[in-house]
């Protein structure tokens, strides 16, 4: 029985060894590590981002004569797992760059990885300031939370007229916190009035009765509610919101766009607006209509923003090596931080000198069900 | 605080109470009998909201006839979990089955990761269910009325099933001595099934209605809701049904008015309930009926 098993063994170890012998030579391929939410209660933003980047990978499979080949590492909408699954990419898979990831709190779980571990990280979607300050090797091809929180507090002073404004927000999520922030400072400041926000209440991760906060938020009677938070938690909040009867607009932040936060939500996010990234509606390059094409075909459904900021990080990643000529990754590093006027799906890229992107901002409404375009914003 | 604003607030505790409530007596039955924490219970509750969602979602069932569906096709699960997981260990040390227990509740939550995804779906609720009585300024959800009826409902059956019918008095006699029982021509392992049969067809009656108050389900749902559960039971008085439904309306209005008057503490609403298990455990570990009841279930 003993010898039975010693020799299982054996054979499992010399499959391991032939099997990786068979693997190509590291010289033949290039890594790009996609550290992303494929499970969890992210999972739906992070699948969006992973659609975009193998689609981009599909029509651009090769760089420098090297085939490039996507690691994906699954960060299980979770801080702690994020970190391991990032020292994977760095430490075990050797990946030349990491694309990733959606949600800014995960992002920032690898932030110290990858600048140990010197290798460049573009950011798709995280829109929290912190992900890349003070951070060399992180980069991101969205715009950041001070603007998009600009955006929003003027949004629902000038259009939606609102003088006193109510916060749910996910208080353990660093970018639902970090936005909400932004739009409070920027909303007091428009109306002239400190006590602009009449209510503050916060979830956490996970949380599926809101009805307190909610009650509490209805006694206040506020002209708008800003929720920025997951999509699951969010669509949840604001079917809770219409029943408990509270029927100001309700408005949040770029998370929101997906397919889940409509199923969820169903008719209650109906008129629910938010801001985004990108919009088919309105294609910026020429790479806009490649890229929207391609994802119909390949998707059969319409892009969602995250998807092609999720292209555009990989294409990103691919012309810096391109500019650099070598898989050095402190050189890409340089490279990506050049980056000026790249013309990606999502608009045109030039990263400042914190390695964010300077971008317009985008405003969408639910109507009859579906995501449709309403403002183009302009950063100041 | 205004009384109609406090009132909207007592009608969401009870209401989330009472679906504390109705997962805690499958839980605290189990133990009863068994004297075994069914760590798995709250990933049998996840799905059955699963089953739930096929039926309705890709089956296109009515949902009159999926949500008895799902309480079969649950008990069922139930029942196989028990068999696969907790009978070959039935003479081992109480430790073996609890740490069985919770690889069972792994399985569960990475076999549904693997099968469905980690994404989260929604949950098909029934309008009938879900529509909005308005009295006065308090918003009530039809739910809301349903949920402790259908809570007193399980209670009154399985008081009487146990007290008054020939497998409960088999349940009793197991749960006092399975060897006595053994002996007296009780067949232990057909008592033992039945009553995790029962008691999933209890999570998944608490599935369907979680389902319905949070329309979104996903593979990781069943913990949280069941670890409080066990903490309602255990407050209660673990073993025995009623303290169960006592200890689930003490969590849920406790958690909602925590949040609603001292709101700064929203962020530690489990934790809440967490520090009451530790008071209950360190003050009075049978918890609130835990004595007056001789004879556990």
């Known amino acids: ?380 | 605080m205004a009384f109609d604003l406090f009132l909207q607030h007592l009608s969401n505790g009870i209401s989330l109470g009472s679906l504390y409530a109705l997962i805690a007596i499958g839980y605290t039955m189990v133990y009863g009998i068994l004297r075994l924490i069914n760590f798995a219970h709250g990933d049998i509750f996840m799905m059955a909201t699963y089953f739930a969602f096929f039926g309705i979602v890709t089956f296109q069932i009515p949902w009159f006839i999926t949500f008895p569906l799902v309480l079969v096709l649950t008990a069922a699960l139930g029942m196989g979990v028990e068999a696969v997981a907790y009978r070959p260990l039935r003479e081992a040390p109480k430790i073996s089955i609890l740490i069985s227990a919770i690889g069972a509740s792994f399985f569960l939550e990475n076999l549904t990761i693997v099968l469905f995804g980690g994404v989260p779906k929604p949950f098909p609720a029934p309008k009938l269910f879900t529509d909005v009585v308005q009295i006065g300024t308090v918003s009530i959800q039809k739910l809301t009325f349903y949920i402790p009826v259908v809570t007193l409902l399980s209670l009154l059956g399985l008081v009487y099933l146990i007290n008054k019918t020939k497998v409960g008095m088999a349940m009793r006699a197991v749960s006092m001595d399975q060897e006595a029982a053994r002996v007296m021509g009780i067949n232990i392992d057909h008592t033992i099934a039945f009553t995790f049969g029962l008691g999933s067809l209890l999570a998944a009656v608490g599935g369907i209605m979680w389902g319905m108050k949070f329309p979104q389900i996903q593979p990781l749902m069943g913990v949280i809701p069941g670890l409080k559960c066990f903490i309602a039971a255990v407050i209660g008085g673990i073993g025995n049904i009623g303290g169960a439904v006592i200890g689930g309306f003490i969590l849920g209005i406790g958690e909602i008015m925590l949040v609603a008057f001292l709101p700064n503490l929203t962020g530690y609403r489990d934790a809440f309930a967490f520090v009451l298990l530790i008071l209950i455990l360190l003050y009075k570990p049978t918890g609130i009926l835990g004595e007056k009841t001789a004879e556990k279930v």
């Open chain 1, 1 to 380: 029985m003993k010898a039975w098993r010693v020799s299982l063994l054996l054979l499992l170890v010399a499959l391991v060894v032939v099997g990786a012998g068979c693997t190509k030579k590291e010289s033949d391929v290039i890594k790009i590590g996609v550290f992303e939410p494929i499970t969890g209660a992210n999972a739906a933003g992070g699948q969006l981002e992973v659609e975009g980047i193998k689609l981009a990978n599909k029509l651009y499979p090769e760089v420098l004569g090297k085939k490039v080949e996507l690691v994906i590492a699954d960060n299980k909408s979770d801080k702690v797992e994020a970190a391991t699954a990032a020292a994977r990419l760095v430490e075990k898979e050797k990946v030349t760059a990491i694309i990733g990831s959606w949600g800014s709190s995960l992002s920032m779980a690898a932030g110290d990885i990858v600048r140990q571990g010197k290798v460049p990280a573009v950011g798709a979607s995280c829109t929290n300031p912190l992900v890349t300050a003070g951070n060399d090797y992180y980069f991101r091809v969205c715009f950041i939370d001070p603007f998009q929180g600009t955006v929003m507090a003027n949004y629902a002073y000038s259009k939606l007229n609102a003088r006193k404004a109510a916060i749910v927000q996910e208080v353990n999520n660093d970018y639902a916190v970090g936005l909400a922030k932004y739009f409070m400072d920027n909303f007091k400041a428009l109306t002239g009035d400190e006590n602009a926000i009449v209510a503050v209440a916060n979830y956490n991760t996970g949380d599926q009765d809101f009805s307190a906060q909610l009650t509490n938020i209805k006694a206040q009677n506020p002209d708008v509610i800003f929720a920025p938070g997951n999509f699951t938690e969010s669509a949840l909040v604001i079917s809770q919101a219409r029943k408990l009867g509270i029927n100001c607009p309700i408005i949040g932040g770029d998370t929101w766009e997906t397919q889940e936060f409509l199923d969820i939500g169903q008719e209650a996010v109906e008129g629910v607006v938010f801001s985004t990234f990108f919009a088919t509606e309105q294609p910026i390059t020429a790479e806009s209509a490649k890229f929207i094409e391609a994802y119909r075909k390949e998707y059969n459904k319409e892009p969602a923003a995250v998807a092609a900021l999720g292209y555009d990080a990989y294409l990103l990643i691919l012309d810096a090596l391109k500019r650099s000529g070598s898989t050095d990754r402190v050189k890409l590093r340089d490279e990506i931080a050049r980056t000026k006027n790249f013309e990606g799906a999502a608009g045109i890229i030039t990263l400042d000198e914190n390695g964010d992107a300077i971008k317009n901002a985008v405003i969408k409404v639910v109507k009859d069900g579906k995501f449709t375009y309403l403002d183009t914003i302009m950063p100041q």
